[in-house]
């Protein structure tokens, strides 16, 4: 039970699962950075509970800790590279015992994460949904921009408050800021309250990664991908393309949201995700 055990760490687990009323089609929800689970809370009440949604706080952040050794400052320089994070969510898997074919949907960092766990664990998936996400390595820039972020929020030198300061305007449309201000307070106490040495582990694995487009080319089961018409961070024309590399991909773009549909527009972002995976299972 909570927090399941996953390679010597505590997982905390955000989940809505009825047993009885299983329909053998669970979700697993993959958030991104420097967010937590609570990233997919306003979607729950919008899913019927037949569905077994697991949505877990990723290592190092919001209520699952960094193993022990990486809080000492030995560790300091530790990453967290995106296959760490998808072997904990195998393990994961295992702990609760998830055997159904399973449906990931990974937003930003956690499409990094999805698209990882796919090309480890391809005969575990049914389905791959990818919200405002991207294949690509990260630029020299970007790179050296995260070792900066990782390096300041190791020594204090930069809180996650500065954090929030410099993506909450990016992180959500116009509209959500002016109708929803309540979620852009949400948003900000999500970054402000986080881990800020497991911010860094993440921001620092972020900048380990490798293109994974061949890893969309190759998948063999469906991909939807998502994106937010205000998003700032990835062009729903970017979503849109990734979906054509697939070989069965679909796009949909949500309007008037930003990089956070499943808080800015909960029902809408809930609505989308069960048509895709009620589409997986009557196919066939
Ligand atoms: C995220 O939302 O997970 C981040 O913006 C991803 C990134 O920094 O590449």
Known sequence: MNP?????????????????????????????????????????????????????????????????????????????????????????????????????????MGGYIAMRFAAKYPDRLAGMILSGTKTAADTAQIISNRQKQAAGLRSGTLTLKDVADLMLPQLLSPKTFSEKPKVAETVRTMIETNNPLGAAAAAAGMALRKDTADVVRNLTVPVQTFGGSDDKYVPPAEMNALAKKAKSGLFTEFLLSGHLPPMEQPETFANAVLLFVDSLFQAG
């Open 4 to 108: 399941y055990q996953v390679n010597g760490i505590g997982y905390f687990v955000r989940q809505q699962y009825n047993p009885e009323r299983d329909c053998g089609r669970p979700i697993l929800f993959i958030h991104g950075y420097p967010f937590d689970s609570s990233l997919w809370e306003p979607v729950f009440p919008f899913i019927p509970d037949s569905y077994r949604l697991i949505a877990p706080d990723l290592r190092g952040l919001g209520k699952t800790p960094l193993p022990e050794s990486a809080a000492e400052e030995s560790a300091a320089e530790e990453a967290v590279t995106m296959e760490n994070f998808a072997d904990d969510l195998a393990v994961l898997l295992d702990a609760m015992d998830v055997k159904e074919p399973l449906t990931l949907c990974g937003l930003s």
